[in-house]
């Protein structure tokens, strides 16, 4: 096994620094000595992101726009969240009730994840939610509108496959809940 040796950062400087986007830019030597001084790193907030299915074995989804890609895309609830001021399980828990409206009796941890390790800081934290049941009115933030859209369970794969729902988060989410419901029966 080849032994390997982390990257040193050798400075390190916001080159964009705002609410919404911070962009660092990093000077970093590699372990052969050679110094690399403009490797860019987006700094990320976390997100939580929840598998939350119905006892009518639907999954809850919301369709809603995504800027980034210019494309309408149907995605698990989720969004972003800071450690520092709350935990995976409590934001997937708001984002769930937040943008559809359902709550959960009791969620559970599927999987930390790294969203893109080559250029940005931030996890995925995977959660499962069962038996989820619609409780209040969507509270949606001003760059959201969303639908609510509930998937037959049975349906979920084929809807990958058709390219219906292509977002890796809640692909990786899926299959990881789809797993983790087959030990629950």
């Not at 074995?57 to 726009?65: A, D, S």
Request: aromatic share 10%.
């Amino acid at each position: 096994m080849k032994n390997l040796t982390k990257w040193k950062l050798v400075r390190s400087r916001f080159v964009l620094n705002n609410k919404w986007c911070q962009v660092r830019q990093d000077e970093i030597e590699l372990p052969n000595g050679q110094i690399i001084d403009d490797f860019f790193v987006h700094v990320r907030p976390n997100i939580a992101l929840v598998f939350a299915a119905t006892k009518q074995q639907e999954l809850v989804f919301v369709r809603q726009y995504r800027h980034g890609a210019g494309e309408i895309l149907l995605e698990l609830p989720g969004g972003s969240f800071n450690p520092a001021e709350e935990s995976g399980k409590s934001a997937a828990a708001r984002e769930l009730a937040e943008e559809t409206g359902y709550v959960a009796e009791e969620i559970w941890e599927l999987a930390t994840l790294y969203d893109n390790p080559v250029k940005d800081t931030n996890c995925i934290y995977l959660y499962f939610a069962k038996n989820v049941k619609l409780a209040s009115q969507i509270q949606l933030d001003i760059t959201e509108d969303v639908e609510v859209v509930l998937v037959p369970i049975a349906e979920v794969l084929l809807k990958i496959a058709n390219r219906e729902i292509c977002v890796a988060g809640s692909i990786a989410a899926i299959f990881l809940g789809l797993e983790f419901l087959k030990k629950q029966q």
